[in-house]
């Protein structure tokens, strides 16, 4: 069945510039494409490829874990592969991305994730992913014990940054244009700390953002 047309208006005008969460990565939209047809091979490949570059590592399989239907392809993998830490880590974001939208029980993503852990300890991929999750569902003090599992892997984690910028970004609302916040002096010195070429140098600039969404 295809999907049905764009909203009439301004709505189909919108549609046809659709954020892609690929970005500029084609491999990984390939591997996407192939993982909703049910081919889990290519997303093997691409992540056995990614290797130890925890950044790009992190952004794929973020990306492949929001396909509707990656959980079942990935079981399929396992099944093929029972000691995967790939196709584990990859299983255990697709139940985080199931878990925000509703559709299964945190309970389960954690231990996903914490059995992906085990599987590959240098890996900050899962510990994001039960960042992902914490940061939408837990406490202060979890997010904040989930970051520096993260960073404890890999000091730099883009994507882990991100996600405690917005996390911190929406405490204390009624502050109103506060240069003082919180939030600011967290990407001051991530931005400081990271090397020159650094993504995290824009971290300042993402909080602005994220304070006055």
Not at 22 to 37: M, N, P, S, V, W
Not at 125 to 149: I, K
Request: aromatic content about 6%.
């Amino acid at each position: 069945m295809s999907p049905p047309p764009p909203p009439l208006g301004r709505g189909r005008k919108r549609a046809a510039h659709t954020f892609d969460a690929a970005l500029d990565d084609a491999e990984l939209a390939a591997a996407r494409t192939a993982l909703a047809q049910g081919r889990w091979q290519t997303a093997r490949s691409l992540l056995t490829r990614t290797g130890d570059d925890w950044d790009r590592r992190g952004h794929r399989v973020t990306v492949l874990a929001q396909e509707p239907y990656c959980a079942p392809w990935v079981r399929d993998w396992l099944l093929a592969e029972p000691d995967s830490a790939d196709a584990a880590v990859l299983l255990a974001l697709a139940l985080v991305r199931r878990t925000l939208r509703g559709k299964e029980k945190p309970v389960r993503a954690r231990e996903s994730c914490h059995a992906a852990a085990a599987l590959t300890p240098a890996d900050p991929t899962p510990w994001l992913g039960l960042l992902m999750l914490e940061s939408a569902l837990g406490a202060e003090e979890e997010v904040r014990r989930l970051f520096a599992e993260v960073r404890a892997r890999y000091a730099d984690h883009h994507h882990a940054h991100h996600l405690m910028v917005a996390r911190l970004a929406e405490r204390h609302p009624g502050a109103g244009p506060d240069p003082l916040h919180e939030v600011y002096d967290f990407a001051n010195d991530a931005a400081e700390r990271a090397p020159a070429d650094s993504p995290l140098a824009i971290l300042p600039v993402i909080a602005h953002t994220e304070r006055y969404r």
